[in-house]
């Protein structure tokens, strides 16, 4: 087969499997969203036997031999760094061997439902030994796939989240944000202080108003609702495809705040990925580059964009008029609300200036798990002694601890970090997007961010994954991802005037 | 391979295919339910991907060869016919080239696409070429499957929708009604006619109460909504596996029977998916017969069950109760109108006596255009004659006459006849489970189905795909299909006490 004829194969080979990854995203978001609860078991196999097939599919040797029979072809650019993303996505998943794979996906399967009632219980023993099996079988993909890869191992795991990202950069970032905090903290937390007390938010806020609210916000945000749908689920997500991207969100009717910022996130990550190339729709070079830089587009649209002063003095007049008026809609006191920092356990619920900590203690920890220097019976209280050490904060039990989060007990090591490199990544691309268009952040007062998208487009989603993370930020900000910007941010959205 | 390992590989085989088709299932609910327009293309590439996945295990030859070699095996009666049901499919599937596979798929998407336009603007020669299309390939299918099968060309495509039925035997049935229906469609409008107008409801019925309404009249028919849902869609179906079974309806706010009818009718069809034999869930011997007995299960649930005097003696107090007393709602006023027969232009509105004329002239302009003895531009003039002599109606356009069905157009040929098939299994049925239960028929006037169900579990449910649908009739009544229960059922209906 000559080459050319082979990298055309593999194109039709690539779209097949990104078909059935969308028919899996559908079932997904049924499972979340719409399944009775008898359909969990025939589901679970539904999405296991069209996940194994993607799985054959892309190991097959027939995949290997037409990557090796294209790599002679006189390629574009585009095509070259699909031919890349390909062999990459290849190489990953052909490096483990299926019983591993199989042995692998069972034991987070298990764990996974044991975390659940294990949070509940409060009772970390009784998970303790099925998440020792998943760090178990963890070291070992991670050793496999370092051999493959030319990587260390947790570099290997980082690589599966967010291409290119290593250990040893994050380690730079995150010691930076390290010596940056507990001053700034300490500023913040004494300034908050000093402005009295956080705005109380009075009455039960009708759903139906909330979410009328939202879809209005969330087609500010780009949303298109001939092409998706916003439902309610247990834990906010995005997914879907161009066409159909479907957002879920869940409504405190406490707090209409919540769902609103909510949305604006899932908004993010689904403009990311509707505007991705169009050309490359199905293919691996017109996919979403990585985790991190996918947060990135959502905290972007989130924390930079809609909890901007801009944006939130067009959103107070909205809430008035929604819910009627009150004191914690004034101008000034929605500020203060949803720029509220605590330091605190849970890390879903924290603010973008603690946010990070509970990331930096999960990086430490994960990696000393990984090379076993942490005894898993020590995980519980390492945790607690990290919290002590970085927020102040000591959990008075595992399931405000080490028990709080989903990633770990379902085999992801290596994913926490992208969280925060999101965060540093939406601040330093915001600063370049509002540096070279000034009418992006006044027109946020309007609730228009049509600047923005167009901006977001052109330099990070019209990219796909033709270049690293790192090369879309150079090229969009003129340096690679440091944290100095979002340190800006903080600085001057905390502690300005 | 030894016999008895290769007919387990054959299970495992078409278990794969079985849970691809559960996949299939919840992508065509979520486009007729939740699906926003954008879906429309990238959802269709993705069913056809999956069915495409699905047809290659049907056809592979290692199918082949695991079906010859499985023969030699020394197997039970279950899985000897579940040997035979798998040989059946494959059969079928592989006889067919895949490029006349293509281009019947392509050429009925097109013409349903067509047709779509067609019906609202009244316009049958813009989709007469698109038709001519999918006749030519369905000739051409109906002869190849002739051939393999050793069927006529009509009863092959009859085969792959009620396996075991025949033209000839559909005719004898057919005629049989032909006769009985003239005199009694007289005497039944002429005593109709005598006893009054037809009720007339008044005011428009909240939709919430309609749902809560047909959500309860559900459970009576055994569904169970931990193990499925109810929604809206533009036409009722019902989909699902057990576990996940998902029914629609439409709610139209001017007569709630509309809509609590079509609910009992789709549960009657998810009734016989849930009692489906579970140590055969899906291997070929544990699937539903076929579209007739499919339909005879959901009319028993409807026509026989639900709209009996003791069913609506217990429905006209709930009416009352949600809605409101009104005249329409008294015990009498609710049969008289639930039980209304009009001779008119469409099929899925027709009342239970009209409809088989509906099928009737379907089955014989089919025919004569599967034979080429009816030239296509004929088809509106022989529909409109066939319904003047039929039913005394002649449809004043084709909109109202040969555009109404999508089922042609979508390239179903020999599928309309399933419809009368199901409507005459489930008088004989029904008058077979009352003789055996005489405490059926009371116990429907408490709205309670248990002993209606727990007899067609048993006697139809539990079968499976081991036999006929004959066969089954015979076991559950005595005899194979006759036309007799269902006439004796209308005659003591409209012309009894």
Same mark, same amino acid.
């Given at each position: ?314 959103? &107070?007049?909205? !809430?008035?008029? +929604?819910?009627? #008026?009150? /004191?914690?809609?004034?101008?000034? %006191? $929605?500020? =203060? ?88 990544? &939406?601040?330093? !691309?915001?600063? +370049?997007?509002? #540096?070279? /268009?000034?009418?992006?952040?006044? %027109? $946020?007062? =309007? ?51």
């Amino acid at each position: 087969m000559n080459a050319i004829t082979a990298y055309r194969a593999l194109e039709d080979r690539f779209e097949k499997m990104a078909v059935l990854g969308e028919a899996l995203s559908v079932l997904h978001w049924d499972a979340a969203v719409m399944m009775p609860s008898g359909g969990a078991g025939p589901r679970a196999e539904q999405l296991s036997a069209l996940r194994v097939m993607g799985h054959e599919l892309l190991t097959a040797p027939e995949t290997a031999d037409l990557i090796a029979a294209a790599d002679a072809a006189d390629l574009d650019d585009w095509r070259q760094a699909n031919l890349r993303e390909m062999a990459r996505g290849h190489a990953r998943a052909a490096a483990l061997p299926p019983d591993l794979v199989a042995a692998f996906s069972k034991a987070c399967s298990e764990c996974e439902h044991a975390w659940r009632g294990a949070r509940l219980e409060n009772d970390f023993a009784s998970v303790k030994p099925l998440l020792a099996e998943v760090l178990t079988l963890t070291r070992r993909r991670a050793e496999i796939l370092s051999e493959a890869l030319g990587l260390s191992p947790y570099d290997a795991l980082l690589d599966g989240f967010e291409p290119g990202a290593s250990e040893r950069r994050i380690e730079a970032l995150f010691s930076d944000y390290r010596a940056f905090l507990p001053d700034f903290l300490a500023a913040v937390l004494e300034r908050q202080d000093r402005e009295g007390p956080k705005p109380t938010l009075s009455g039960a806020f009708d759903v139906g108003r909330q979410e009328a609210l939202c879809r209005e916000l969330a087609a500010v945000a780009g949303f298109d609702f001939d092409a998706g749908r916003i439902d309610q689920s247990a834990h906010p997500f995005s997914t879907g495809f161009p066409g159909d991207q479907r957002i879920t969100v869940r409504y405190n009717a406490a707090d209409p705040t919540f769902a609103i910022m909510a949305v604006l996130h899932e908004a993010g990550h689904a403009l990311y990925e509707r505007n991705l190339p169009p050309d490359w729709r199905r293919q691996p070079v017109g996919s979403a580059r990585g985790m991190g830089l996918h947060e990135s587009q959502s905290l972007l649209i989130e924390m930079q964009a809609s909890r901007s002063p801009e944006f939130l003095s067009a959103l &107070a007049p909205k !809430l008035r008029e +929604a819910f009627g #008026a009150q /004191d914690a809609f004034t101008d000034e %006191a $929605l500020q =203060r609300l949803v720029h509220w920092v605590q330091p605190d356990f849970i890390r879903v619920d924290a603010d973008e200036v603690t946010y990070p900590a509970h990331v930096i203690l999960r990086f430490n920890l994960e990696r000393a798990l990984l090379r076993d220097d942490l005894p898993l019976e020590d995980l519980p209280a390492a945790w607690n002694d990290g919290m002590t050490e970085l927020l102040g904060v000591t959990p008075p039990t595992d399931a405000l601890g080490c028990l709080q989060d989903i990633h770990w007990y379902d085999g992801a090591i290596g994913y926490f970090p992208t969280y925060t490199l999101g965060a540093m990544a &939406a601040a330093q !691309l915001f600063q +370049a997007a509002c #540096a070279a /268009d000034p009418e992006i952040k006044p %027109a $946020l007062a =309007r609730h228009d961010m049509n600047g923005l998208q167009a901006w977001l487009t052109e330099n990070v989603h019209a990219h796909g994954s033709r270049m690293s993370s790192d090369a879309v930020l150079e090229a969009a900000t003129g340096r690679p991802l440091d944290p100095k910007a979002f340190e800006a941010h903080l600085t001057e959205r905390y502690l300005g005037a």
